[in-house]
C-alpha cells in the first residue's frame, strides 16, 4: 500500500511516487502534442468567420424556418432510392462478404499464409476507405446516378459484414463440427450442416445492423452525385434555398430513425 | 416401438428452417424477391451503360494507378523527378498533416466535452432533468451524418480545418457520451457505495468511486474513436472542412488517377497501423 509519511503521520496515497511521476509525465507529453496540433489547425483558421459564427448562425436560422413543406412531393422519389441504395448494397456486398469472411476465419481458411492475410487486406481496405470516396471513385469512372451509389455502399459494406461474420465464424461451437465430420461428412457437407447453422443468427444480426448503417450513409452519398436525397440537399444548398433544406434534413432524420428502429426490432426478435 | 418405426423408416431427415413459422417464412421470401425485382429494375433502367463503357478504361487506368503508386510512377516514367511531381506531394503531405492534426484536436476536444455529459446521461448518477438534457444532446449528435454537419459548420466557420475539427468533436460527443454513459450504468453499485459510505464529497466520490471503474473501457474507447475521426478527417475535406479530403477530391477531378491511388494506400495504410496498435494497447489495458 503506497504511503506517504507526513509530520510522523501515515497518509494513505493511491499510487507511489514513480507511478505518479510516469502518470504525470505521460499527461505533459500529451498536452505538448495537442499544443502543437491546435496551433498548426488555428494558423490555419481565419479567425474573423469564427468569431462572425453566431450572427451567420443566427442568420441561417431565420431563413430555414419555417420548412417549405410543399416540396415535400419532389423528395418521395429520391428517398426511394436512398432506401433501394441502401438495401441493394447490402445484399450485393453479402455476396461478396460471405466467401471473404470464410477465406479470412482462421478454422475455415484453405491456407493460413497466402489467401488469409489476402482476405485480411480486402477486409481492411474496404473499411478504410468511407463510403464517400467510394462514390466518388465510381462517379468519376461510371459516371453520376443511383447505379454508382449502390456499388460505393457494396464496396464499402464488405469489409464491415466479413470482419463481424469472420469472428463469428472463429468462435463457433467446435464439437458440432466435429460430430457432422464424424458422419463422414464432406468439406461441403461440413460447411453446410456444422457451421452455417451456427453463424445464421450473428448473420442476420450483422446484415440489420449494417443495413441500418447503410441508409445513413446513403443519405448523403448524392453531394458527391452518387443518387438519392443527398442530391436534393445539394441542389437546394447551392441555390439557398434553407427552407427545403430544413424539409430534407427532417425526412432524412425520419427515415434515419425509422431504420432504426426497424434495426432494433429485427435484431431483438433474432436474439 | 415397432409402428413408430415403421412410420419414420420411409421419410428423409431435413434440416430445420431458419424461420419456423411456414406462412411467415414464404411471405417473407416473396415479399423480398418482389422488393428486390422491383429495386433492382428501378436502378438499372436508370444506367446510362453507355458512360459505364466509357468509364472502364478509365476504372483500369485508376486500377493500373496502383502499380506503381504516385511519386514511383512519374519516375518511371519520366526517368527523373519533377517539380510538378514536388508540388504534388507536398499538396498530399500538406492534407495528410492537416488531417492527423484534426485527428488529433478534435478527439481530444470531444473527450473533454463527453465526459461531462457522459455523467450527465448516466441515470444512476444524475438527477432527472440532467440526464433527459444531456440524452438530448447526445440523440441530436449521433443521428445526423458527420458530413452533413460538416456543410454547416463549413457555412458558419468558413473553409478550412476548423470546421473539420468542430464537426468531428462534435460527433464524437454523440459516440463516446453515449457509451461512457451506458458503462457507467452497468458499473458495480457496491465499489461506489463503500466510497460514499467513507463519508466523500460528490467529486471524491466520482473520482475514487465511479472513475476507476469506467476508465479502462473510456481509454479504450477513446483509441477507437481516434481511429474512426482519422477515417472521417478524410471525408469532411469533400464539403470543403480541410484535411485529406479536399487533396483526394481535387485529384478525382483532374483525372490524377495514381495521385489518388497512392492517398488512399496511405489511409488504408494509416488505418490500419492505428488499428493495430490501438487494439495492442487495449489487450493490455483489459
Not at chain 1, 1 to 25: C, F, H, T, Y
Not at chain 1, 66 to 89: F, Q, S, V
Not at chain 1, 181 to 194: D, F, H, L
Request: one cysteine or more; proline letters at 5%.
Amino acid at each position: 500500500m503506497p504511503v506517504r509519511s507526513e509530520a510522523g503521520l501515515k497518509v494513505w496515497q493511491r499510487r507511489d511516487r514513480n507511478k505518479q511521476l510516469r502518470i504525470w509525465g505521460g499527461w505533459f507529453a500529451g498536452i505538448l502534442v495537442f499544443v502543437f496540433c491546435w496551433q498548426i489547425i488555428s494558423g490555419e483558421t481565419t479567425w474573423f468567420f469564427v468569431w462572425d459564427s453566431p450572427r451567420v448562425a443566427a442568420d441561417i436560422s431565420s431563413r430555414m424556418w419555417p420548412p417549405r413543406w410543399g416540396y415535400i412531393y419532389k423528395i418521395w422519389d429520391p428517398l426511394l432510392d436512398t432506401i433501394n441504395i441502401a438495401t441493394l448494397g447490402t445484399v450485393l456486398a453479402l455476396f461478396m462478404a460471405v466467401p471473404v469472411a470464410f477465406l479470412a476465419a482462421r478454422n475455415t481458411t484453405p491456407n493460413a499464409y497466402f489467401i488469409r492475410p489476402a482476405a485480411l487486406f480486402i477486409i481492411v481496405s474496404s473499411r478504410s476507405i468511407n463510403s464517400l470516396i467510394w462514390a466518388l471513385l465510381l462517379v468519376s469512372i461510371i459516371g453520376p446516378g443511383v447505379f454508382a451509389g449502390t456499388i460505393a455502399i457494396a464496396l464499402r459494406s464488405i469489409g464491415f459484414c466479413a470482419k463481424l461474420l469472420y469472428e463469428a465464424i472463429e468462435e463457433i461451437d467446435h464439437t458440432q463440427v466435429e460430430a457432422i465430420e464424424a458422419t463422414g461428412a464432406s468439406r461441403w457437407q461440413i460447411m453446410a450442416y456444422g457451421i452455417v447453422p451456427q453463424i445464421m443468427p450473428a448473420f442476420a444480426g450483422i446484415t440489420v445492423f449494417r443495413w441500418d448503417i447503410n441508409i445513413r450513409e446513403s443519405t448523403v452519398l448524392g453531394l458527391v452525385g452518387a443518387g438519392g436525397i443527398g442530391l436534393q440537399l445539394n441542389a437546394s444548398m447551392n441555390i439557398l434555398a434553407w427552407p427545403q433544406v430544413t424539409l430534407i434534413l427532417l425526412a432524412i432524420l425520419v427515415t434515419v430513425l425509422f431504420s432504426e428502429w426497424v434495426s432494433a426490432k429485427v435484431r431483438g426478435a433474432i436474439i | 416401438m415397432a409402428d413408430i418405426a415403421a412410420t419414420t423408416a420411409g421419410r428423409r431427415w431435413h434440416k430445420p428452417p431458419f424461420i419456423k413459422n411456414p406462412k411467415l417464412r414464404w411471405g417473407l421470401y416473396t415479399g423480398a424477391a418482389v422488393y428486390f425485382i422491383l429495386a433492382s429494375y428501378s436502378i438499372l433502367a436508370e444506367v446510362n451503360w453507355l458512360r459505364v463503357y466509357e468509364g472502364l478504361p478509365r476504372g483500369a487506368k485508376f486500377i493500373g494507378g496502383f502499380f506503381p503508386p504516385f511519386p514511383f510512377s512519374n519516375i518511371l516514367e519520366t526517368g527523373q523527378f519533377e517539380e510538378l511531381a514536388a508540388q504534388r506531394l507536398i499538396d498530399i503531405s500538406d492534407g495528410l498533416v492537416e488531417s492527423l492534426t484534426m485527428t488529433v484536436t478534435s478527439t481530444v476536444i470531444g473527450i473533454l466535452i463527453s465526459i461531462p455529459i457522459g455523467l450527465g446521461a448516466a441515470r444512476n448518477i444524475a438527477p432527472l432533468p440532467v440526464y433527459l438534457i444531456c440524452r438530448g444532446i447526445i440523440a441530436v449528435s449521433r443521428s445526423f451524418q458527420e458530413i452533413i454537419i460538416a456543410i454547416f459548420c463549413v457555412a458558419m466557420f468558413g473553409f478550412g480545418p476548423f470546421a473539420g475539427v468542430v464537426t468531428l468533436s462534435f460527433a464524437t460527443i454523440g459516440f463516446l457520451s453515449k457509451l461512457l454513459a451506458e458503462e457507467i450504468e452497468s458499473m458495480d453499485p457496491g465499489q461506489a457505495e463503500a466510497i460514499r459510505a467513507t463519508g466523500s464529497r460528490w467529486p471524491q466520490w466520482i473520482v475514487y468511486g465511479v472513475q476507476p471503474q469506467v476508465m479502462p473501457r473510456l481509454i479504450g474507447l477513446s483509441l477507437y474513436r481516434l481511429d474512426i475521426n482519422f477515417r472521417e478527417s478524410s471525408v469532411v475535406g469533400i464539403v470543403g472542412a480541410g484535411g485529406i479530403g479536399s487533396t483526394l477530391l481535387t485529384a478525382f477531378d483532374r483525372y490524377e488517377y495514381s495521385t489518388a491511388a497512392s492517398i488512399l494506400l496511405i489511409i488504408i495504410g494509416i488505418v490500419f497501423l492505428a488499428e493495430y496498435s490501438s487494439g495492442k494497447i487495449r489487450a493490455r489495458l483489459q
